[in-house]
């Protein structure tokens, strides 16, 4: 069983950047698919982006394509979320969680979730 801790949001300018980290407990980290969501109040959790087991492949959603990257650091146990060109959009709680079963972005066959983190793009 793997515990998920997420850090790095705050507060950022539209524009800005920030990156987030996704900090794994246990020895089996590398062997895990990791996807990254975020979430708004009152909506449904939405995908972002993932990466496979050994970061050979990443995935992305169409909303952020381009502006993040997701990467990882299996020596550290840690996924990381780098956000650049930061949109107001973009203001939600961000989640981490291990890939369970199915398409890697359908937030239904992922587990292990973390706490969040929010984000927040404001002038």
């Known amino acids: 069983q793997v515990t998920l801790v997420e850090s790095g949001g705050g507060l950022v300018q539209p524009g800005g950047s920030l990156r987030l980290s996704c900090a794994g407990s246990?020895?089996?980290?590398?062997?895990?698919?990791m996807g990254w969501f975020r979430q708004v109040p009152g909506t449904e959790r939405k995908f972002v982006a993932a990466?496979?087991?050994?970061?050979?492949?990443?995935f992305y959603s169409d909303s952020v394509k381009g502006r993040f990257t997701i990467s990882r650091d299996n020596a550290e146990n840690t996924v990381f979320l780098q956000m650049n060109s930061l949109k107001p959009e973009d203001t939600a709680v961000y989640y981490c969680?291990?890939?369970?079963?199915?398409?890697?972005?359908?937030?239904?066959?992922?587990?292990?979730w973390g706490q969040g983190t929010q984000v927040t793009v404001s002038s």
């Open positions: 990466i496979s087991e050994s970061g050979g492949r990443t």
């Open positions: 246990g020895p089996t980290f590398s062997s895990y698919f």
């Open positions: 969680a291990v890939k369970i079963a199915g398409y890697y972005g359908d937030s239904a066959g992922y587990g292990n």
